[in-house]
């Protein structure tokens, strides 16, 4: 839980590998890792459909500013499944990518930056784990932690409460 807890935002396919190599002291095949993350996806699929586990003040913004703003989710979860649950939820709209693993975070955002021209200094990265902050830094983009506060302690931004009014 350690490891999972510090490392919020990266893969399941590295954490399910960390899991069995560095914790059980076992080797796992790529094949392995894809079996666990797929018996994983089935779960998180059905639990993650539940409109309940909302962050209404995140989904209120999204809602409110996204013909103000370019947004794109970058996410260590995996794509396929991200992709599918906010096509469930009706928030692929909002979106003009939804991106994950088990291609890195970091390698996500870069893509993205290229891709679009984007601006990096016009550019926020809005995430809740060390690795979001991370992917900014490597890619030279600002970045604010949100519904984390031990992200607080980064040298960075920290949103309490998005403004949409």
Not at 8 to 18: A, H, N, Q
Not at 45 to 67: R, V, W
Request: net charge neutral; proline share 2%; glycine share 6%.
């Amino acid at each position: 839980m350690d490891f999972h807890l510090k490392n919020g935002g990266l893969s399941r396919y590295v954490k399910f590998r960390y899991f069995f190599e560095k914790i059980r002291g076992e080797k796992i095949s790529e094949n392995g890792v894809v079996l666990w993350a797929s018996r994983f996806s089935k779960v998180m699929k059905k639990e993650l459909l539940n409109p309940t586990l909302f962050i209404e003040d995140t989904l209120n913004f999204i809602k409110k500013k996204h013909q103000d703003f370019e947004m794109h989710i970058v996410s260590g979860s995996d794509q396929s499944e991200l992709r599918y649950i906010c096509e469930q939820l009706d928030l692929t709209k909002y979106f003009i990518s939804i991106n994950g693993s088990p291609i890195p975070k970091k390698e996500l955002v870069r893509n993205l930056l290229d891709k679009y021209s984007y601006n990096q200094t016009e550019t926020v990265l809005i995430g809740d784990s060390i690795n979001d902050y991370e992917a900014a830094i490597t890619n030279g983009i600002n970045f604010k932690g949100y519904n984390n506060p031990s992200l607080k302690k980064l040298d960075a931004e920290y949103i309490e409460k998005f403004c949409y009014e």
